[in-house]
């Protein structure tokens, strides 16, 4: 919000507050000691607050030092400000945000930001999920923020294995069309082990169409050996040599 020499600031102020889809405060003693304009302006906040729909992140307080949360703010979740993780907390909170508006960019800076908080993760987690009338899909794996050449095919493998199954059952849902019941797709694929450029990734699969008899699961292992291996199982013939590279 910007405001110029002349501008009715309580009228634009408000239609700032409706528009936002954040609203962080900070709250200190002045907070709720201080009369007037400040407490007229948390109450369009919170009037905000009670027309968006229910579990919705829109208002996220921050308490600053000790001081005591005004009666209107006592049914939100709070943290405090300089504890432990509360910037973590805060990016979360963002991120819950972006995702509800579709805003991969902002998204991919924040656990960009989280990652360095964690030590400078390598990996980020891609998700699709999806609620059709017909079917859900609950999409997770992998994928590594190392641009080198060896990370990249390995990122491209993994996403050329799931969007395979993905595909596959989206194409086979144009041939169960009229069963009765809801089908389902279920992928996981995660990091069961990573040193030095060798890594072992293992993939949950599961599927239901809607009027089988049963459900169909499945376990994989896929193991990548370094830049210099590529892709394949990994063989160690002197076992202290195996264990020594594990542990």
């Known amino acids: 919000m910007s405001l110029s020499p002349g501008d009715e600031w309580k009228k634009i102020l408000k239609e700032s507050i409706e528009k936002s889809d954040l609203i962080i405060l900070l709250v200190s003693k002045e907070t ?11 109450k369009i906040i919170l009037d905000e607050l009670a027309r968006r729909p229910s579990g919705q ?61 964690d030590g400078d993760n390598p990996t980020i987690i891609e998700k699709i999920y999806e609620r059709k009338k017909r079917y859900d899909v609950d999409i997770e794996f992998i994928q590594y923020r190392d641009s080198s050449n060896y990370f990249r095919f390995v990122n491209s493998h993994i996403a050329n294995i799931v969007f395979g199954h993905y595909y596959d059952f989206l194409r086979g849902m144009t041939d169960w069309e009229g069963r009765s019941g809801k089908s389902d797709l279920t992928i996981y694929v995660r990091e069961h082990f990573s040193r030095d450029g060798i890594i072992s990734l293992q993939k949950s699969y599961g599927d239901y169409w809607s009027g089988a008899a049963h459900p169909n699961h499945s376990l994989a292992t896929f ?25």
């Open 57 to 117: 992140t829109y208002l996220v307080p921050i308490r600053v030092g000790k001081a005591p949360l005004p009666s209107d703010l006592s049914q939100l979740q709070y943290f405090d400000y300089g504890s432990g993780g509360w910037a973590k907390t805060l990016l979360n909170s963002v991120k819950s945000v972006a995702k509800r508006l579709g805003e991969d960019s902002i998204i991919e800076n924040i656990y960009t930001y989280l990652g360095k908080m």
């Open 223 to 247: 193991n990548f050996g370094g830049e210099d291996c590529g892709l394949g199982p990994i063989y160690i013939q002197d076992s202290q040599r195996g264990l020594a590279l594990i542990h």
């Open 32 to 42: 709720s000691s201080k009369t007037g304009e400040l407490q007229r302006e948390i």
